[in-house]
């Protein structure tokens, strides 16, 4: 277990303004990322930067993740969708700031990553969470509607099922761009969408229907 690295990363973290809550703090303590990638480059988990976890994806950032769950404001019992497993380490962090009375459901088109991510979620103990393959563009109506939903692809808008899914005074997050994206939350109440802007961010394209 790499305790120094996470405990000197999270105080970065905390000093560069990433993570602002308790809750978020405690999280990132909880969650040991190095059970969220590959052996070999296991030493390097406590490294502020994406890693490759195969079929060309990645595992976000530390401080992409501390970012996105801050802007999502999250809270105990909620059910929120992910579009993007990938690795599993982010809805990880999200099932604990949800707690065992909430639960995520986190969408991967491949299959291989979708039950990896599902030996590690097993391997850090998070039980709340549901790694289903398919479609993220299309979200998940099988359980929906939702607290929260957010996507750790760019994306060329939000997919309009995701808007559908999404419960009222729900908050979504996603990053609006091919690969270089500006990190987007909208907020909706009712008939009345308010979006605010968190910044500058790249990830990996969303692919499907209503992505690229």
Known sequence: ML??????????????GYIKSLAVEHTFQLIPRELFIPDSIRHRAYVDTPLEIGEGQTISAPHMVAIMCEALDIHKGQKILEIGAGSGYHAAVVATLVGNNGHVYSIERFSMLA???RVHLKKAGVSNVTVVVGDGS???????????????CASPGVPPPLFAQLKDKGKLLIPNGDRICTLERYEKNKSKITRTNHGGCVFVPLVGKYGF
Request: net charge neutral; hydrophobic share 30%.
């Open 138 to 152: 299309l979200g998940y109506p099988e359980q929906a509607s939702y607290d929260r939903i957010y996507l750790t």
């Open 3 to 16: 305790v120094k690295e996470r405990n000197q990363l999270i105080t970065r973290l905390k000093h560069e």
């Open 115 to 117: 039950e990896q991510a």
